[in-house]
Structures are given as structure tokens and as C-alpha cells.
């Protein structure tokens, strides 16, 4: 069974940094795409940063030159490094995997930024 096993949430000022976690395990494919969503209250859920096998990556505009996507293909995680942080950034973050054949969510993880 593929599991994704997230940390790294937690409460911050604005300003300050979070680094998030997403370990993937149990699968015989390989993870060709990792990547963080994130949703806030009575919002749609958005891709936030992606990365490639290639380490091709992608950013929503709102997080360009604050976040930083990077991955660990021996230990199958994925890292979100979360700089400058907003209020607006404030959400439920999600991990997200993707194989040739099938795509996997964690259980998401918790970011709440102060004014």
C-alpha cells in the first residue's frame, strides 16, 4: 500500500518560515511528479509547487521567490520550504504523488500564519 506521511504544519508569524515534510512509501512505481495543494476556508484547492523526477519545477505566482519545492528520491520525500510566510498563505496543505498509473494524497497538515 503507498502511504504519504506529512509534517511539518504548525502556527507562525507573518515573516516566518515552515519546512514541510511528505515521506512516500509502498509503492513499485516510481513517484514521476511530487507535489504540495494547499486549501484555505471556503476556497478551492490549488497546486502550490510540483516537482519532476527531472527536478523540473512549477509555483502558483503567490509563492514564487518564497517557497522552495525539493525532493529526496532515495528517501521517496518531498520538502516544501516555506519562506516570508502570509496570513493569506494560511491553509490546509496536502501532499500529492503521482506514478505512471496513479496519483495519492496525504492526510494534510496544518499552516496557520499570524498577522
Known amino acids: 500500500q503507498v502511504q504519504l506521511v506529512e509534517s511539518g504544519g504548525g502556527l507562525v508569524q507573518a515573516g516566518g518560515s515552515l519546512r514541510l515534510s511528505c515521506a512516500a512509501s509502498?509503492?513499485?512505481?516510481?513517484?514521476?511528479?511530487m507535489g504540495w495543494y494547499r486549501q484555505a476556508p471556503g476556497k478551492q484547492r490549488e497546486l502550490v509547487a510540483s516537482?519532476?523526477?527531472?527536478?523540473?519545477?512549477n509555483y502558483v505566482d503567490s509563492v514564487k521567490g518564497r517557497f522552495t519545492i525539493a525532493r529526496d528520491n532515495a528517501k521517496n520525500t518531498v520538502y516544501l520550504q516555506m519562506n516570508s510566510l502570509k496570513p493569506d498563505d494560511t491553509g490546509v496543505y496536502y501532499c500529492?504523488?503521482?506514478?505512471?498509473?496513479?496519483?495519492?494524497w496525504g492526510q494534510g497538515t496544518q499552516v496557520t500564519v499570524s498577522p
Open positions: 500529492n504523488v503521482a506514478t505512471q498509473f496513479s496519483t495519492y
Open positions: 509502498g509503492s513499485r512505481f516510481s513517484f514521476n511528479v
Open positions: 516537482i519532476t523526477s527531472r527536478d523540473t519545477t
